[in-house]
């Protein structure tokens, strides 16, 4: 399932993860989430690898997806190049930015958000924010700006670096600022009632609006780039995976349904990206 590209050399393999590739851990795990061997996700099975000590990830895996997010993932095919590449994750040198439908335009159209990040008391397989610095939880950081309206702002694509790496991050902190991602079924309020905040008033394009969000079938976030130093050579290597189709559809779909609905008068809509947002890093 990984699509080898221009970094895939005899130490790292940079792969696009379609939505049905799995390499989630944590609380996703108990839902069946598991990372496939690298050896099958590369495509050869050179070295035999033993397993690795409780709490380490699976050999070759370096940084995970959560459950359903597309996008781009790096696997490690010696142990040098596995430990080189974790101490730039903990250093947090590697750059990553995700693409997002949010439910709503957050406003500031750019921001930060800095929370701790820990198991939710009510349901052990999802997460949830507490204060910054607080006892409970990891602390976890993200920058997001908005890209594009859609709608007139009843949606919007919405990019996020990372400052950590917690799981869950950034629909936990979609959630905690009020714009969960669309089709997010552990932290949004679900298609239903998603798709009846979309329509607004006009009741009768809800039904309309759960279909497109019902076709999507896993939350709407993708690993658009992804930038590490190779882990022999030193080299700075950047990689980016386009949208995949099912987010530009339903970006275009939901455009199309509620601009006439949301949009002030006289303002363009284009298609499939709605109105610039304007938020910068």
Known sequence: ????????????????????????????????????????????????????????????????????????????????????????????????????????????????????????????????????????????????????RIGGGAAALVEWKLGTGRTHQIRVHAKHIGHPLLGDDAYSPGNAAAARALAGRRASLAPAARAALDALGRPALHALTLGFDHPLTGRRLHFEAPMPRDLERLAADLEALLAPQTAPHGEAHGGGGGSGGGGSW
């Open 1 to 148: 399932p990984l699509l080898p590209e221009d970094g895939d050399d005899e130490d790292v393999l940079e792969g696009g993860s379609p939505p049905p590739l799995n390499a989630a851990a944590g609380p996703a795990a108990a839902s069946g989430a598991a990372a496939a061997p690298p050896q099958q996700q590369a495509g050869g099975g050179q070295q035999q690898r033993s397993a690795p000590p409780a709490g380490v990830l699976r050999p070759g895996i370096v940084h995970r997806l959560d459950k359903g997010t597309s996008g781009l993932l790096v696997v490690a095919k010696n142990d040098t190049a596995h430990a080189r590449l974790c101490d730039q994750f903990k250093a947090r040198t590697v750059s990553r930015v995700y693409r997002s439908i949010t439910l709503g335009t957050p406003s500031p159209a750019s921001g930060r958000v800095a929370t701790n990040i820990a198991r939710d008391p009510a349901d052990r397989l999802r997460m949830a924010a507490a204060g910054y610095g607080a006892a409970r939880g990891r602390p976890a950081a993200s920058n997001y700006r908005v890209v594009a």
